[in-house]
């Protein structure tokens, strides 16, 4: 008798590199594609991240065509979907890469026990996967730079290439609608051409990871698993510097996914308790400013206005923005990870809350509450003559270079020129950043002292 395999695809659209897809294509004659679209996710997404997941599993589906098949697309609750189309299909096994947000960790747990554990569960998110680097004490890493070093010790083989079982056709409820292109050229063959662009400029990457735009943008492939991360540090390599400084980013990737998987609670509670209660302000107006990019300080503006227009913000951006909610504006760091959770395109709970945590001070090797990012000094300095302000804050597009930073010190002969009515053209700033940060120091000193 014919053996039966599905492979459930999740944050793993590609057809190499993915050993759920390798071992399933080896081990059975025939195998059903799957991808389910959940609502519990789907709804979550904003249109960026939802289109460019359409466009990935159109390619997906592409792919699985050169090889006879199809991409069964259903929508629904997995816990229902897959035990039925195992019924449907008579499956033996079902194969999928393992994942580790709290979420997914239970709704796995849920299919698993639909399915009597005729399932099995593959590595392929990670160069090494959570829980395969642990202390002595068989504990997560809770410091970076230990984690690295261990995780650089460690080889990182290739996954197996697939097999030649048949790939069935059936192309099930079919894709949810695209609102409208991707903003990226989809699929593996995308991941590889973006890869093929980055590797011209890898070897300056020690000096311009800093930079606004000379990273390797990869992050949203590794989010859909359109490039498998083991694959991603072959092509790469170790031999200059820049290189294996961008095989350290690869490991602050899985160092937060060991994290997630070791301690799930941390995707709401603080990580270190002896931050003790931050008194967090509650204030709809400034977070809303936020959001929209209007708080006055031209470089948190044009990356909150990037996240909305792109989904993508660079990381030096990032950090940025996220100090200034936590910090300048003493907001809650859930509030700002609720917002880039639903609009980046690389959105991933486990990135997203290792990230925030860190800004905050409340992660595992957190920054100190005292780093605390000036949103002027950090504008002078990555982004020098003021494009990247001027793309995405229009208003302040005809400012000279040295005052584009903070308008608000600009003399008024200087706006007029420029056509800038500060308060109505573009708003001024909503908080004074050197009385915010003092603030700021207090809170989190007191809270530090009350919590230790
Ligand atoms: P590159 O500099 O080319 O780095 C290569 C890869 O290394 C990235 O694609 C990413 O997978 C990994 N990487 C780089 N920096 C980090 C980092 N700080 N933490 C973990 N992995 C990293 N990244 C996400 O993928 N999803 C998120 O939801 C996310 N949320 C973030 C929230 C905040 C507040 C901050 C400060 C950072 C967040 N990051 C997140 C991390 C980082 O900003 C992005 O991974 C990076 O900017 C993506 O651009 P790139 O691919 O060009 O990066």
Same mark, same amino acid.
């Given at each position: 008798?014919?053996?039966?395999?599905?492979?459930?695809?999740?944050?793993?659209?590609?057809?190499?590199?993915?050993?759920?897809?390798?071992?399933?294509?080896?081990?059975?004659?025939?195998?059903?594609?799957?991808?389910?679209?959940?609502?519990?996710?789907?709804?979550?997404?904003?249109? !960026?991240?939802?289109?460019?997941?359409?466009?990935?599993?159109?390619?997906?589906?592409?792919?699985?065509?050169?090889?006879?098949?199809?991409?069964?697309?259903?929508?629904?609750?997995?816990?229902?979907?897959?035990?039925?189309?195992?019924?449907?299909?008579?499956?033996?096994?079902? =194969?999928?890469?393992?994942?580790?947000?709290?979420?997914?960790?239970?709704?796995?747990?849920?299919?698993?026990?639909?399915?009597? !554990?005729?399932?099995?569960?593959?590595?392929?998110?990670?160069?090494?996967?959570?829980?395969?680097?642990?202390?002595?004490?068989?504990?997560?890493?809770?410091?970076?730079? =230990?984690? =690295?070093?261990?995780?650089?010790?460690?080889?990182?083989?290739?996954?197996?290439?697939? %097999?030649?079982?048949?790939?069935?056709?059936?192309?099930?409820?079919?894709?949810?609608?695209?609102?409208?292109?991707?903003?990226?050229?989809?699929?593996?063959?995308?991941?590889?051409?973006?890869?093929?662009?980055?590797?011209?400029?890898?070897?300056?990457?020690?000096?311009?990871? =800093?930079?606004?735009?000379?990273?390797?943008?990869?992050?949203?492939?590794?989010?859909?698993?359109?490039?498998?991360?083991?694959?991603?540090?072959?092509?790469?390599?170790?031999?200059?510097?820049?290189?294996?400084?961008?095989?350290?980013?690869?490991?602050?990737?899985?160092?937060?996914?060991?994290?997630?998987?070791?301690?799930?609670?941390?995707?709401?509670?603080?990580?270190? #308790?002896?931050?003790?209660?931050?008194?967090?302000?509650?204030?709809?107006?400034?977070?809303?400013?936020?959001?929209?990019?209007?708080?006055?300080? #031209?470089?948190?503006?044009?990356?909150?206005?990037?996240?909305?227009?792109?989904?993508?913000?660079?990381?030096?951006?990032?950090?940025?923005?996220?100090?200034?909610?936590?910090?300048?504006?003493?907001?809650?760091?859930?509030?700002?990870?609720?917002?880039?959770?639903?609009?980046?395109?690389?959105?991933?709970?486990?990135?997203?809350?290792?990230?925030?945590?860190?800004?905050?001070?409340? %992660?595992?090797?957190?920054?100190?509450?005292?780093?605390?990012?000036?949103?002027?000094?950090?504008?002078?300095?990555?982004? +020098?003559?003021?494009?990247?302000?001027?793309?995405?804050?229009?208003?302040?597009?005809?400012?000279?270079?040295?005052?584009? +930073?903070?308008?608000?010190?600009?003399?008024?002969?200087?706006?007029?020129?420029?056509?800038?009515?500060?308060?109505?053209?573009?708003?001024?700033?909503?908080?004074?950043?050197?009385?915010?940060?003092?603030?700021?120091?207090?809170?989190?000193?007191?809270?530090?002292?009350?919590?230790?």
């Amino acid at each position: 008798m014919k053996s039966k395999g599905v492979v459930w695809f999740r944050k793993d659209l590609r057809l190499t590199d993915n050993p759920a897809w390798s071992r399933a294509t080896t081990d059975h004659d025939e195998v059903t594609a799957l991808f389910v679209v959940d609502p519990a996710l789907w709804d979550l997404a904003g249109d !960026n991240r939802r289109n460019q997941l359409v466009a990935h599993l159109a390619a997906l589906d592409g792919d699985l065509a050169s090889c006879g098949g199809r991409l069964r697309v259903y929508r629904g609750d997995p816990v229902k979907v897959l035990p039925d189309l195992a019924r449907q299909v008579t499956a033996d096994l079902v =194969h999928w890469n393992t994942d580790v947000s709290p979420y997914a960790a239970r709704r796995d747990d849920a299919v698993r026990n639909a399915l009597q !554990n005729r399932c099995v569960g593959h590595p392929g998110s990670w160069v090494h996967p959570p829980g395969s680097i642990q202390t002595s004490s068989d504990k997560a890493y809770r410091v970076f730079t =230990h984690f =690295h070093r261990a995780w650089d010790q460690l080889d990182r083989p290739l996954w197996a290439t697939p %097999g030649e079982a048949r790939v069935l056709g059936d192309h099930g409820d079919g894709l949810p609608p695209a609102d409208s292109d991707p903003l990226m050229p989809p699929g593996a063959a995308g991941a590889m051409h973006r890869l093929a662009q980055f590797l011209d400029r890898v070897d300056r990457y020690r000096s311009g990871r =800093h930079d606004l735009d000379s990273t390797s943008r990869l992050s949203a492939d590794l989010k859909f698993g359109t490039i498998d991360p083991r694959r991603l540090a072959a092509e790469v390599g170790e031999r200059t510097a820049g290189r294996r400084a961008f095989l350290r980013q690869l490991a602050w990737r899985d160092f937060y996914g060991h994290l997630m998987a070791a301690y799930p609670w941390t995707a709401r509670e603080d990580m270190r #308790p002896e931050v003790g209660s931050i008194p967090w302000r509650t204030d709809p107006e400034a977070l809303e400013a936020w959001k929209t990019g209007t708080t006055g300080y #031209p470089m948190v503006d044009a990356g909150m206005r990037q996240l909305l227009a792109e989904g993508w913000m660079p990381n030096r951006v990032r950090m940025m923005v996220a100090s200034f909610l936590v910090k300048d504006l003493l907001i809650d760091w859930r509030e700002g990870e609720r917002h880039f959770l639903r609009f980046l395109v690389d959105g991933d709970p486990a990135q997203n809350v290792g990230n925030w945590q860190w800004v905050a001070g409340t %992660g595992a090797d957190a920054a100190p509450y005292s780093r605390i990012f000036n949103p002027v000094t950090q504008s002078r300095r990555f982004d +020098h003559e003021g494009w990247y302000i001027k793309r995405w804050v229009p208003e302040l597009r005809r400012l000279p270079p040295q005052v584009v +930073h903070a308008p608000w010190e600009a003399h008024a002969d200087v706006l007029e020129a420029a056509g800038v009515r500060l308060g109505s053209e573009y708003p001024k700033p909503i908080v004074d950043h050197p009385e915010a940060r003092r603030e700021a120091l207090a809170a989190f000193e007191a809270a530090t002292a009350g919590g230790a």
